[in-house]
């Protein structure tokens, strides 16, 4: 069973407990402003280019037959528009200048990478963590890998934007040991603004979620002057603890994904935005504790 990937992450310590590998699946339904990982929201494969890293050589434009590459006045131009994302210029190109980003791989291959660090999962209760991107847009890549990895005894982790069918969440509930579940706004009219989409199905699935005991951390990225405001905080700690639900992260935002915007082509709105301060965050922690939850700062 095959599924499009984007990369593979070892020796994590977020994401779930433990040491993990971080599986990425690409693709997702919702187009966050502060993605951290804009190469995960198209399902398709796409190209990263890095021009501080050419060298001029030239082999990336004999190699390109759409013509999509070309140097004028010394200056190396990309023509998206004509690329047919082939990756022939990054065969070719040793410096690193351009990066095919999604690969096809089945369910064996990843499962076979995982399984390379089974002893450190072992030693600190870790396993592998399936994000992206959305895994839920797969469910049957996420159960058959949820089986296998079971069969192996490696702890299997979801981290999910919730924007799926609940018929997604019943398919996988057997082979999922802990879901890491994304909330980005309580107001469905900013969330859609932020994110592209409403939160109704989102709180919805969430809410089931908790109620059925299921086992569960929320996940809040808090990015300043966005979704940090204390009625929001207030608003969130509301529905979690009344849908029985006990484990909030607070994630701070961070500006590591800010470049690669630029490496696809696209802007980013928030080049600029500052990280949260740590006084901010006790505050926002203070706001859900009062509600009887248990709030890490970071993942």
């Not at 190469?39 to 890293?53: F, K």
């Not at 040793?94 to 450190?120: C, H, L, N, Q, S």
Request: hydrophobic share 35%; proline share 4%; charged share 25%.
């Amino acid at each position: 069973m095959e599924t499009m990937i984007f990369d593979v992450q070892k020796f994590s310590v977020h994401d779930g407990p433990g040491i993990r590998t971080l599986v990425f699946f690409k693709g997702c339904p919702l187009t966050c402003v502060w993605c951290s990982n804009p190469e995960g929201q198209c399902s398709e494969p796409e190209i990263m280019s890095y021009p501080e890293r050419c060298r001029r050589l030239d082999k990336c434009v004999s190699a390109c037959d759409q013509g999509a590459l070309s140097q004028r006045d010394g200056v190396l131009r990309y023509d998206r528009g004509l690329c047919n994302i082939c990756g022939k210029c990054a065969e070719v190109c040793y410096a690193g200048a351009w990066k095919v980003v999604g690969r096809v791989m089945d369910t064996k291959e990843i499962v076979a990478e995982v399984a390379k660090d089974a002893a450190f999962y072992r030693q600190s209760g870790g396993g592998v963590t399936l994000g992206g991107g959305e895994p839920l847009l797969w469910v049957d890549v996420v159960k058959d890998l949820g089986h296998q990895c079971h069969a192996l005894g490696i702890h299997v982790a979801v981290e999910t934007c919730g924007h799926v069918p609940w018929d997604a969440f019943q398919a996988v509930r057997g082979v999922v040991d802990l879901f890491l579940y994304d909330v980005k706004h309580m107001d469905s009219g900013l969330h859609a603004q932020l994110c592209g989409v409403g939160n109704e199905l989102i709180l919805e699935n969430l809410q089931r979620l908790l109620r059925e005991k299921l086992d569960v951390i929320v996940r809040v990225p808090v990015v300043p002057g966005l979704n940090d405001s204390p009625e929001n905080m207030e608003a969130l700690s509301e529905f979690v603890a009344s849908s029985g639900g006990t484990r909030v992260d607070l994630l701070p935002y961070h500006g590591y994904g800010v470049d690669k915007y630029k490496s696809l082509g696209r802007s980013h709105e928030l080049r600029d935005r500052e990280p949260p301060d740590a006084e901010s965050l006790d505050r926002l922690r203070g706001i859900m504790t009062r509600r009887g939850l248990t709030v890490r700062i970071g993942g």
